[in-house]
């Protein structure tokens, strides 16, 4: 069974090196970076850290993950923010409960760590719209938003992915559902950006997320 990691990148030259070097101090599986229209240093630092890069013109994180679905090869496609906001720690025993239980999904439940905690609007957001998703559309996810996800490639094929940015998490998570999909939530530790700055914006982009959300309850 080949995993690979996929990390979506749009202008995260300060981040991105630590993210790539702690993956690696872990695990020996394939990363590849996914450069989305970046206009600082990302691909020239990817590359200097021994990393394939794709390219993806279409800005959006939907986009990009779009075009990893499409285009990977690996049976378990693991992709993830590269922020260096999400803890690996976790990464080789979720591979081996993914592959023990054969889970379609696997998603990294946030634990926030406290003292990086910056935005409680956000973590207040992410309780809202998990609620509201098991009220439309059911299941029992409690980190719908979570970047940080492991997918069986096959499961996922023929996903048409209508989003455009953020909202592509919940996307992932609606299509699991209405399609029985096999999944588990497992906790993992995070912690907000420490020296970068968040591209999402918490009212625009969570309106956006909370619209899907409703908008796509009512189709089958």
Known sequence: MIFEIYLP?????IDL?????TIKNLTTDKIIVIDNNSSDNSKEIAKKNNVEVWNENKIGKANVIKKIIKESTADIIFFTDSDNTYSFIEYNNHKEILKKHNYDMIIGKRNYEIKFL?????????IIF???????IGGNFSDICSGYRF???EKFNNIQI?????EI????SIFSIKNNLHYKELP???????LSVSKLKTFKDGFGILFYLIKHSFKK
Not at 118 to 126: M, Q, V
Not at 169 to 172: I, K, N, P, Q, S
């Open 169 to 172: 998490e919940t996307e992932l």
């Open 118 to 126: 910056k935005r409680i609007d956000r973590k207040i957001a992410n």
């Open 151 to 153: 997918l069986k490639r």
């Open 188 to 194: 993992i530790n995070y912690r907000e950006r420490v």
């Open 9 to 13: 990148v749009r202008n995260e030259e």
């Open 162 to 166: 209508n989003s455009k940015n953020f």
């Open 17 to 21: 090196e630590n993210t790539i070097k």
């Open 130 to 136: 998990n609620f509201i998703f098991k009220l439309l």
